[in-house]
């Protein structure tokens, strides 16, 4: 779920997130879902180099930085595109005040901040006629969260609040900026022995409305509901695979001017200790 | 050029000054440690005094152990196996077990069932605490007063055990036993954290 979070004792690790997109339907501004009709599809493959550290002179403070490269296919009203490229690079920080396990009554608690940079494509600069070689957002994000986690013997329970703010840009001569996400997620984890593991998560992403020149535009808010199963396999103490499926459940009032994914993660993990 | 060198230097020198810090911090926070005076009932029905009773052995070894831990159960081979090699040459082996739901009967049950050396209960965590004991496996030698001469993991694996480890604490048995400082003092513990609150 968090693929380049450092276990424990784990000093730094390097990984490939491997991420496959299908685009089955989605959700209009009236958070109505609908499939995609016939002769349209979106599918996207995504790379993921990721890389994690954590200070020797801080060992509660981990940072993260996550390189995507993304392929889109689009099929629409006859046309089909192909593109991709750079997305847009993500660095992150995680700081444990507590770790999780420790006591009995109080779960681990780490504070949680990141960056991400414009660096993809954004949609405004995309080449006709499906714009498949967005791979960005345009905008610079910041996030900050707080994630609690408590184990229960091999159960593992992790809640995470995240919030996210992008800054204004400008297109095509308007000053426009996409609403603040808030995003909360809960994951149940059971870890077997050998440290294979299974999770099942759920998380739900709020997002206001948008705004074009300084006005709010109605109707634009989103929201992202995702589910999903995920797996670690471990094939040494420092190689491991992990990831599984997950989707925007097809059901109405769920999700809102998003489209509806089923995706797909494969990452293999490389750490040190 | 001459400013890009200099702020070059700077952030040479600053890295530096960090550098020490820290090996000065660690160096000050690195005290003689010694076990605490106390008193624990142990899986044979017998109490422990320390540091009274180490006197008994040339070396002490006390393993942190952790019911539910993964790590400690695949390194259970290699205590009972370090127990059998070295109690011969003088080393006593006890396991503790300071997490908050440990009881007597779950520890007797496990020395029994599972062959490992006896086990002290440590009640509130004082032990764990005044010896840094944070995850499972980890393991400190006490000489005969109650000095820790080693502490940190029993060896350089996880939860799945290769043929050629670093074993550390063999090592600083070993470095011991034939009158030598330990060519290691500390290393990495990798068992989980022991849930002593």
Redesign the interface.
């Known amino acids: 779920m968090t693929p380049g979070r450092l276990g424990l004792h784990e000093d730094a690790l390097v990984g490939l997130q491997l991420r496959a997109t299908h685009v089955f339907g989605s959700f209009d501004a009236r958070a109505r879902y609908a499939p995609s009709s016939g002769g349209v599809s979106e599918q996207s493959l995504a790379q993921d180099l990721m890389g994690s550290v954590r200070l020797p002179f801080a060992p509660r403070l981990q940072l993260t930085a996550l390189v995507p490269f993304v392929e889109t296919w689009r099929t629409a009203a006859g046309a089909s595109d192909f593109g991709g490229g750079l997305g847009d690079v993500n660095v992150s920080a995680r700081w444990d005040f507590f770790e999780a396990g420790r006591a009995r009554w109080l779960p681990g608690i780490a504070a949680l901040a990141g960056v991400t940079f414009p660096t993809g494509t954004p949609p405004e600069t995309a080449s006709p006629p499906l714009a498949a070689d967005a791979t960005g957002t345009g905008a610079f994000q910041g996030n900050v969260g707080v994630a609690v986690e408590q184990t229960f013997g091999p159960w593992l329970v992790t809640v995470y609040g995240i919030v996210a703010k992008r800054a204004p840009r400008t297109i095509h001569g308007a000053t426009s900026s996409l609403g603040t996400q808030w995003t909360a997620l809960l994951a149940v984890a059971y870890t077997f022995s050998q440290d294979y593991a299974v999770a099942l998560s759920a998380s739900y992403a709020v997002e206001g409305e948008a705004e074009l020149a300084g006005e709010r535009v109605p109707g634009s808010s989103r929201r992202v509901p995702t589910v999903g199963l995920f797996g670690v396999a471990p094939f040494s103490d420092a190689f491991r695979l992990q990831g599984g499926p997950s989707l925007s459940p097809p059901v109405s009032h769920l999700g809102k001017n998003q489209s509806a994914n089923a995706v797909l993660t494969v990452t293999a993990v490389y750490a040190w200790y | 050029m001459v400013l890009r060198r200099a702020f070059v230097d700077r952030i040479r020198s600053a890295f530096g000054c960090?550098?020490l810090i820290?090996a000065l911090a660690s160096c000050a926070a690195e005290p003689s440690l010694r076990v605490p005076p106390l008193t624990v009932a142990d899986t044979s029905g017998a109490h422990v005094s320390l540091p009274g009773d180490l006197a008994r052995s040339k070396l002490t070894v006390l393993v942190f152990y952790a019911d539910?831990c993964?790590c400690f159960?695949?390194h259970e081979g290699r205590i009972r196996d370090l127990y059998r090699a070295y109690a011969p040459r003088g080393v006593d082996v006890i396991l503790v077990d300071s997490e908050?739901?440990a009881t007597m009967e779950r520890a007797t049950a496990a020395v029994r069932e599972r062959k490992l050396p006896r086990m002290v209960l440590d009640p509130g965590g004082r032990l764990a605490e005044a010896l840094g004991a944070?995850?499972a496996t980890y393991s400190v030698v006490l000489d005969e007063s109650g000095r820790v001469r080693y502490r940190g993991g029993i060896d350089?694996?996880?939860?799945?055990l290769t043929d050629t480890p670093k074993e550390y604490l063999r090592e600083a048995l070993d470095d011991l036993l034939a009158g030598r400082e330990p060519r290691r003092t500390e290393s990495?513990?990798?068992g989980?954290?022991?849930?002593?609150?």
């Not at chain 2, 989980?192 to 609150?197: F, M, Q, S």
């Open positions: 960090i550098v820290s539910r993964p159960r695949v908050v739901d944070e995850y350089s694996d996880k939860n799945r990495k513990t990798l989980c954290a022991l849930r002593t609150r």
